[in-house]
């Protein structure tokens, strides 16, 4: 059974790094079936995908445009964790964050996902 | 970035009634499309992917269908357990962008 267990900091002032750790039992960060995704939901913009990391021989990220100046997926195969940081943030970046998998097995769709992270951004 | 539009936004339904639910996708995404079931406090939950294929665990009473870009969600018979705010998302390109939420109350 897959469970991922995220971490981190749920308050930060404005300019301040945001940075979540996502802990994953049961699979592999490196499997080169799967996708480690991060998503954030807030009431003003809904579910919005931030960007994902996947093995594929070899490391890859991909990341939303809206957040790709500030935004760096890790894996991190010694602690088979993923990270997620978000530079300068600012109110508007106040959010439940999740982590995600995605697999081939239900054909790229999020299967597994974290517990959430309210994060909230305020002076 | 390919849009989602679901529809409706909200709606009113009693146990036992059949419930629909639609997303339409600004440009064809080739069945890359996956369903989830939100409750209060709780992570999105994966109920359908590839348009028409259930998750395993998930009652046979919901069901998805549709090709090109308008998909629909339905559920047969509506049980308590289901209120809940369903999304649709998209696959087929990045962003990896959903649906605005359909919520699912008690009339």
């Known amino acids: 059974q897959v469970q991922l267990q995220q971490s981190g900091p749920g308050l930060l002032k404005p300019s301040q790094t945001l940075s979540l750790t996502c802990a994953i039992s049961g699979d592999s960060v490196s499997s080169n079936s799967v996708s480690w995704n991060w998503i954030r939901q807030s009431p003003s913009r809904g579910l919005e995908w931030l960007g994902r990391t996947y093995y594929r021989s070899r490391s890859y990220n991909e990341y939303a445009v809206s957040v790709k100046s500030r935004i760096t997926i890790n894996p991190d195969t010694s602690k088979n964790q993923v990270s997620l940081q978000l530079n300068s943030v600012t109110p508007e970046d106040t959010a439940v964050y999740y982590c995600?998998?995605?697999?081939?097995?239900?054909?790229?769709?999020?299967?597994?996902w974290g517990q959430g992270t309210l994060v909230t951004v305020s002076s | 970035d390919i849009q989602m539009t679901q529809s409706p936004s909200s709606l009113s339904a009693s146990v036992g009634d059949r419930v629909t639910i639609t997303c339409r996708a600004s440009q064809g995404i080739t069945n890359s499309l996956a369903w989830y079931q939100q409750k209060p406090g709780k992570a999105p939950k994966l109920l359908v992917y590839a348009a028409s294929t259930l998750e395993g665990g998930v009652p046979s009473r919901f069901s998805g269908s549709g090709s090109g870009t308008d998909y629909t969600l339905t559920i047969s018979s509506l049980q308590p357990e289901d209120f809940a705010t369903y999304y649709c998302q998209q696959f087929y390109s990045s962003p990896r962008t959903f649906g605005q939420g359909t919520k699912v109350e008690i009339k």
């Open positions: 995600a998998r995605s697999s081939e097995a239900v054909i790229g769709a999020l299967d597994y």
